[in-house]
């Protein structure tokens, strides 16, 4: 009989949201029986949360923690609709989304903090 894996979970963040990804994590990992890719996630200087949030595919779930740390002050649609909606649902990756802060995430995302 094959042993079933644990699910992947991929949080993706800014460097100053590390403690509440941490919390986060700890939470999920208390939880279920899940592994998590804590280090992997965090945002690196000049990095974008939709590009590390594209990295994040390879796991199972990808958490994205909005914060005014992680999203850019200016932020088109077509640089973020793709890869936090389309791309997900294509690859049957599932995708959730934390707002950490008082940040405005995209209009089209409001009903995932409702």
């Known amino acids: 009989m094959q042993a079933l894996t644990a699910p992947s979970i991929y ?3 800014a460097a100053g949201d590390r403690a509440i990804a941490e919390r986060m994590c700890l939470l999920l990992e ?3 029986d899940v592994r998590i890719f804590l280090e992997e996630g965090q945002m690196q200087p000049g990095e974008e949360l939709a590009a590390k ?4 595919r390879m796991a199972d779930i990808v958490i994205v ?3 005014r740390a ?3 002050p200016r932020w ?3 640089q973020w609709e793709d890869a936090l909606v389309h791309e997900p649902a294509a690859e049957n990756v599932r ?14 995302l409001a009903p995932m903090f409702e």
């Open 11 to 13: 949080p993706c963040y």
């Open 30 to 32: 208390r939880g279920a």
């Open 53 to 56: 949030a594209r990295e994040g």
């Open 65 to 67: 923690l909005f914060s």
């Open 70 to 72: 992680s999203m850019p």
């Open 76 to 78: 088109p649609r077509a």
């Open 95 to 108: 995708i959730a989304f934390v707002k950490c802060d008082d940040c405005i995430p995209p209009k089209v």
